[in-house]
């Protein structure tokens, strides 16, 4: 019922910038939490980063001061900006939201596909 696709992954020097974004669609009534993580083979998925309907953000320890969340409620898409990438960094990208399905107002937890980040030394 509900769709999250992401894009904006790449590779990029050490030191560089890639805006990630997620946008969601289908029977979206509203969306409460939106999130990132990234996984690296055979590590178990992290968080990156959150943020709520009103705005509120939470980081990793790992990304703080480098990586930006933001969201346009309007469009349903999370963005997430990475500025001073590290080779550390490279992993895929999923995108994670909260969404209130339009038909029955029931909650669903939904994941994008992932999006390949490559970080070069």
């Known amino acids: 019922q509900v769709q999250l696709v992401e894009s904006g992954g790449g590779l990029v020097q050490a030191g560089g910038s890639l805006r990630l974004s997620c946008v969601g669609s289908g029977r979206i009534f509203s969306i409460n939490l939106m999130g990132w993580y990234r996984q690296v083979p055979g590590k178990q998925r992290e968080l990156v980063a959150t943020?709520?309907?009103?705005?509120?953000?939470n980081y990793a320890d790992s990304v703080k001061g480098r990586f930006t969340i933001s969201r346009d409620n309007a469009k349903n898409t999370a963005y997430l900006q990475m500025n001073s990438l590290k080779p550390e960094d490279t992993a895929v990208y999923y995108c994670?939201?909260?969404?209130?399905?339009?038909?029955?107002?029931?909650?669903?937890?939904?994941w994008g596909q992932g999006t390949q980040v490559t970080v070069s030394s």
């Open positions: 943020i709520t309907s009103g705005g509120s953000t």
């Open positions: 994670n939201a909260e969404i209130r399905i339009r038909s029955d107002y029931s909650f669903a937890n939904a």
